[in-house]
Nanobody
Framework: QVQLVESGGGLVQAGDSLRLSCAAS????????VGWFRQAPGKEREFVAA????????IYADSVKGRFAISRDNAKNTVSLQMNSLKPEDTAVYYC?????????????????WGQGTQVTVSS
């Protein structure tokens, strides 16, 4: 098993940046593809970004493409999400998730382990 802990959330203004981190313990994170998801109040959890085990490939939701960047440091057992040009509609609880899948996937059901989430609030 792997345990995931997110950090870095907070309250910012529109146009600001935040960097979220996901730290893993237990099994090495390099065994897993990692994704970031978010859930706003009253809405379904939605895919944000994902990165392969090696970090060589990434995918993004259209709503964040060009503004967010996912990266990983397998030596440090961490995955980060750099969020730039934040908008009020980015407000949500952000979760990182790890899955044993070999391909990049946007489906929540493909991820086996989840963190507890970190709140991001963007004011206008």
């Amino acid at each position: 098993q792997v345990q995931l802990v997110e950090s870095g959330g907070g309250l910012v203004q529109a146009g600001d940046s935040l960097r979220l981190s996901c730290a893993a313990s237990g099994r090495t994170l390099s065994r897993y593809a990692v994704g970031w998801f978010r859930q706003a109040p009253g809405k379904e959890r939605e895919f944000v970004a994902a990165v392969t085990r090696s970090g060589g490939s990434t995918i993004y939701a259209d709503s964040v493409k060009g503004r967010f960047a996912i990266s990983r440091d397998n030596a440090k057992n961490t995955v980060s999400l750099q969020m730039n040009s934040l908008k009020p509609e980015d407000t949500a609880v952000y979760y990182c998730a790890a899955g044993s899948v070999l391909r990049l996937t946007t489906a929540t059901t493909d991820y086996d382990y989840w963190g507890q989430g970190t709140q991001v609030t963007v004011s206008s």
